[in-house]
């Protein structure tokens, strides 16, 4: 099992930018984001995936988010601008092995074999 540790999050106001990082303990050819609000369920944000690091985002994040991936330290950022209160969350850094299963998409969770604790993300208007 790989292991995740992320940090970064913290309370920002609307409009406001955060960081959040990733460290893993191996590399993995499927590195993403997720997030949860409270009464919610989880849901992907980002994902970098592949030979050559494509990325993908939430439509609900497009223009805002963008991730990328360090392999020589095996970490993976998510890079929030122009954050807005529906942002609020806890974050997760998941990772996966291996090729995308048949009706498996990489904002799901089943995409994903490992799971960090979480940081906090919170904005407030």
């Known amino acids: 099992q790989v292991q995740l540790v992320e940090s970064g999050g913290g309370s920002v106001q609307a409009g406001g930018s955060l960081t959040l990082s990733c460290a893993a303990s191996?590399?993995?050819?499927?590195m993403g984001w997720f997030r949860q609000a409270p009464g919610e369920e989880r849901e992907g944000v980002a994902c970098?995936?592949?030979?050559?690091?494509?990325?993908y985002l939430a439509e609900s994040v497009k223009g805002r988010f963008t991730i990328s991936r360090d392999r020589t330290r095996n970490m993976v950022f998510l890079h929030m601008n122009s954050l807005k209160p529906e942002d609020t969350g806890m974050y997760y850094c998941?990772?996966?092995?291996?090729?995308?299963?048949?009706?498996?998409?990489?904002?799901?969770?089943?995409?994903?074999?490992?799971w960090g604790q979480g940081t906090q993300v919170t904005v407030s208007s």
């Open positions: 998941a990772t996966g092995s291996g090729a995308l299963r048949y009706g498996v998409s990489w904002y799901t969770a089943p995409a994903y074999n490992s």
């Open positions: 191996m590399y993995t050819v499927r």
């Open positions: 970098t995936y592949g030979a050559n690091d494509a990325t």
